[in-house]
């Protein structure tokens, strides 16, 4: 029987996320059953990998109890979760790799927008009180949006034409140079769609028709569940 969401075994993922996380010697902090949670878990991993064969070195920061705290939801403050750090070969920071980050857009105003994963400079945490933000009891916290060098939106389902048209958008608020000229190349993975499931046919000719645009420089990953190594293969 067909379906509109793909199905990757739970202890699969687990596994993928694990065999990171254990050359650090640490695990999952987090208590989940949901595939898409996982899912998210494990594209952090993957985009860690990417740096990784790109020459880099990656590191765990900010560990819960020795064990790795992902942030698989908007709410709750970043720096109480842990976190990716990557570094060249000499030791300098070159970004962070964090979950669930709310950026300010590049409009300005007061229009933010919560990325998945965060590619981002190793900054301080913009943190203010706001009054429509649960009437100004808690901290909103967010990244100027020069503070933010690329994103990745991680979805788990089979990708559709809205999907990515709904990713470009966002590729407009937060960085739309991307839609330019490439600023990327070389260093960091540009703005990227990470999609667990196979593209019908609709899918693979909207994705034809873009790769025709030489100045819309984006990534879009399909079939991660079956062939994730794709994002850091070269």
């Known amino acids: 029987k067909m379906t509109n969401t793909p199905f990757k075994d739970l202890n699969s993922l687990k596994y993928d996320i694990r065999t990171y996380l254990r050359r650090y010697n640490t695990d999952i902090y987090n208590v989940s059953d949901k595939i898409s949670s996982f899912f998210e878990m494990s594209s952090l991993t993957y985009l860690a990998k990417y740096y990784e064969q790109m ?4 590191t765990v920061c900010n560990l819960i109890n020795g064990n790795f705290r992902f942030k698989t939801s908007t709410q709750g403050n970043p720096k109480k979760f842990s976190y990716i750090e990557v ?3 000499n030791g300098n920071n070159l970004c962070e790799l964090r979950q669930n980050i709310r950026v300010k857009s590049c409009a300005g105003d007061e229009v933010y927008y919560t990325v998945d994963i965060a590619v981002m400079k190793n900054k301080e945490f913009q943190i203010e009180k706001r009054f429509y933000y649960f009437n100004g009891r808690k901290s909103y916290v967010y990244i100027n949006n020069d503070d933010l060098i690329s994103f990745v939106e991680v979805k788990n389902l089979n990708p559709y034409p809205m999907l990515i048209a709904q990713f470009i958008g966002i590729v407009y608020e937060l960085k739309r ?8 190349r070389g260093t960091h993975l540009s703005a990227s769609l990470f999609v667990s499931g196979t593209p019908p046919i609709i899918t693979k000719l909207m994705v034809k028709s873009l790769t025709n645009r030489p100045k819309l420089h984006i990534n879009l990953f399909f079939d991660l569940f079956m062939y994730p190594s794709k994002i850091w293969n070269k």
Not at 55 to 58: E, I, M
């Open 177 to 184: 140079n991307l839609l330019d000229y490439d600023i990327m």
């Open 55 to 58: 020459g880099y070195n990656t």
């Open 87 to 89: 570094k060249d070969s």
